[in-house]
């Protein structure tokens, strides 16, 4: 049985439509998929870099705060026993004061901006959830470990 034109056409037409149908069903969701993967493993590495350089601003808070204390303690010192305090040491109280208010200041900042990092890591997961709940949930787990990990870490540097 021959057939016509028109008919071939049709059938053509089915046949493209229904692996066009597949295409874009599977593929995409695998490409939604894969977008919602990078873009929740950025968002963590974007907030676990702000977490790191927040610690690290900590770190240089404390160590300029004592050298502050030992300036202050050593120009109280020296004005209770009615000796001149030198300009060197007003000057590098000072310094310090401005410097440890700017990192105050900087650190707020980065706390505001690690917690709506925090907001687009959970809004990112949870896209992905609708994906596939499977590697979000890994994502989660991987987050609560190193949360719990940092936590221990800091702990024994406090000590």
Do not use: C, G, W, Y
Not at 18 to 43: G, I, Y
Not at 98 to 126: C, G, P, R, W, Y
């Amino acid at each position: 049985m021959k057939k016509t034109a028109l008919q071939e056409m049709k059938i053509d037409k089915k046949l493209l439509l229904t692996e066009l149908t597949l295409e874009v069903n599977q593929p995409e969701n695998k490409q939604d998929e894969n977008a919602l993967l990078a873009t929740s493993k950025a968002e963590i590495q974007k907030a676990e870099q702000l977490i790191l350089n927040n610690e690290n601003n900590k770190n240089l808070s404390s160590k300029h705060n004592k050298k502050l204390k030992i300036d202050l303690v050593l120009k109280a010192d020296l004005e209770k026993d009615n000796r001149p305090v030198s300009t060197k040491l007003l000057d590098r109280i000072e310094n310090n004061t401005e410097f440890l208010n700017d990192l105050d200041t900087q650190m707020d900042l980065s706390i505001v901006e690690i917690n709506i990092s925090n907001t687009d890591v959970k809004n990112a997961i949870s896209a992905l959830r609708k994906v596939d709940p499977k590697k979000a949930a890994e994502l989660e787990n991987t987050i609560n470990l190193k949360s719990k990990k940092t936590k221990k870490m800091t702990i024994i540097f406090n000590k």
